[in-house]
């Protein structure tokens, strides 16, 4: 398996591209059941992930054309058309290798009148039930069964408009509901919606193809059903999580660097936080300049939280900013309860993190050291990553598989600045 190999110390100069985002490709691309005509995405990154949901499409009938998107940064075209399904049970073997495949539940279902798919299990950060994304579908007037591990979901006439209101804000039960409202008849209100922009993204592209939603990106969404969605093109908007974590690779190491398609409106949260610990943010046309220059960053604690507060997905790379940082922070993880992994191995890197509950207490110091380190999760293994460009000497990052799940060639965007990091193939 590769490894990526990091010499800490270097400070980032220059340029770094970003991709369009993992998390909005991967509902986006189970939007393609919902027509029989093509949808075309554009600004597609190059993921393990996006690969592994391509193959759950083709396996029911789907094509997928993909054409490279060569420079760092690009992105890539993707033509989905579902002409003509070829089933409604997606195959275990791909669905159990990862989660999002979950999504094409709702859209198979509105589409085809029935879908069949593995319940998903527990991965390394938590439980992670999709009790919300059954009990969705059951309002708008699916029949839900559990039988052996699997979902049985049918409709064969149809789904049918309702209120739907959630008891907690789920990304992936939100994008479940909007999908599937788009193609029933009536009118669906979801109350409670989750705000992440990677839904509005979604429902962006939704309304190209011809649905009708109001009240994208607030907590209360419409939809008024149609027969039948359309042709359409989406450029997927800039991968929030990878924005952070180089606008925190910048914090962490030193130096002023421009991230460039993207947008800082995406990070607000942490764009604060950035400011108060002392490192500049400054929006410029083509995305915003990060720069800490000289100053040692100060310590200041943050909780996790649904959009428009700090995402769960930064949380690692955040606590490893921390862990040089001057003082104390607080950092409290409320979504997962499970996503501390990358605590035992930021120890190992000479991190002083006490762990209590939720919260973990993060005292910085002077300097981090480098070491073999492995998380079984990519924001953990990008927080690795991190520390290691502040850390004395080497740090060796084992399964990079994780990181290349939902990291865009990660190692050339950093070595493009100027760190010193290499891919070492296994
Ligand atoms: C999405 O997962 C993201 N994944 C996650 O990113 C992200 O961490 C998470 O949202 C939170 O922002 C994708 O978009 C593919 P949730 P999702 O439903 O939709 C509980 C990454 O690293 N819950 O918003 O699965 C759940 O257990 C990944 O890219 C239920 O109880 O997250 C959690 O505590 C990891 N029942 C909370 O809600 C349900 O039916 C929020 O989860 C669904 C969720």
Redesign the pocket.
């Known amino acids: 398996m590769d490894k990526i190999r990091i010499r800490g110390g270097a400070r980032l100069k220059g340029t770094i591209p970003i991709s369009g985002a993992?998390?909005a490709t991967?509902?986006l691309m189970a939007a393609a059941f919902l027509t029989d005509a093509p949808l075309t995405l554009t600004n597609v990154p190059k993921l393990r992930d996006v690969a592994f949901m391509a193959d759950i499409l083709r396996g029911l009938g789907v094509s997928a054309e993909w054409t490279d998107g060569c420079a760092l940064g690009a992105g890539g075209r993707y033509v989905l058309h579902a002409a003509h399904l070829s089933g409604t049970a997606a195959d275990y073997d791909i669905v159990r290798k990862m989660?999002?495949s979950f999504?094409i539940l709702g859209p198979l279902l509105a589409r085809a009148g029935e879908a069949r798919i593995s319940l998903p299990g527990g991965c390394a950060?938590?439980?992670?039930?999709?009790?919300?994304?059954?009990k969705a579908l059951a309002a708008l007037g699916a029949e839900v069964d559990l039988s052996e591990g699997n979902v049985v979901a049918r409709a064969s006439r149809g789904l049918t408009g309702a209120k739907i209101k959630f008891p907690?804000?789920?990304?992936?039960?939100t994008?479940c509901a909007l999908m599937a409202a788009t193609l029933a008849k009536g009118q669906s209100v979801i109350h409670n919606a989750?705000r992440?922009p990677?839904i509005a993204d979604l429902g962006r592209c939704l309304i190209a193809m011809g649905a009708k939603i109001d009240g994208l990106g607030t907590s209360t969404v419409t939809v008024e059903g149609v027969s039948s969605l359309s042709a359409a093109t989406h450029a997927v908007l800039p991968d929030r999580?990878e924005t952070g974590t180089y606008a925190m690779a910048v914090a962490i190491a030193g130096g002023e660097v421009e991230l460039i398609g993207t947008d800082v409106k995406l990070i607000e949260a942490l764009a604060k936080l950035l400011g108060k610990s002392g490192v500049a943010v400054t929006p410029t046309p083509a995305g915003f300049v990060v720069a800490r220059n000289g100053v040692c960053p100060r310590a200041v604690s943050m909780e996790t939280q649904?959009?428009p507060g700090f995402?769960?997905?930064l949380q690692a790379q955040f606590m490893a900013f921390m862990a040089t940082a001057e003082g104390s922070s607080h950092i409290k993880e409320t979504?997962?309860?499970n996503r501390f992994m990358h605590v035992p191995e930021l120890l190992r890197m000479g991190a002083d993190i006490k762990i209590d509950g939720n919260v973990a207490v993060v005292k910085g110091v002077a300097r981090l050291k480098g070491a073999p380190v492995m998380a079984t999760?990519?924001?953990a293994s990008s927080s690795l990553v991190l520390a290691g460009l502040a850390a004395e000497g080497e740090t060796v990052v084992n399964r990079v598989y994780h990181l290349d799940r939902?990291f865009e060639r990660m190692e050339e965007k950093l070595s493009g600045v100027g760190a010193e990091i290499e891919r070492v193939q296994g």
Do not use: M, Y
């Open positions: 993992k998390n991967l509902p989660r999002a999504f950060i938590g439980a992670r039930p999709v009790d919300l994304h059954l907690l804000v789920s990304v992936g039960a994008e989750a992440e990677e999580i649904p959009f995402p769960t997905d979504i997962f309860e999760d990519l924001r939902g």
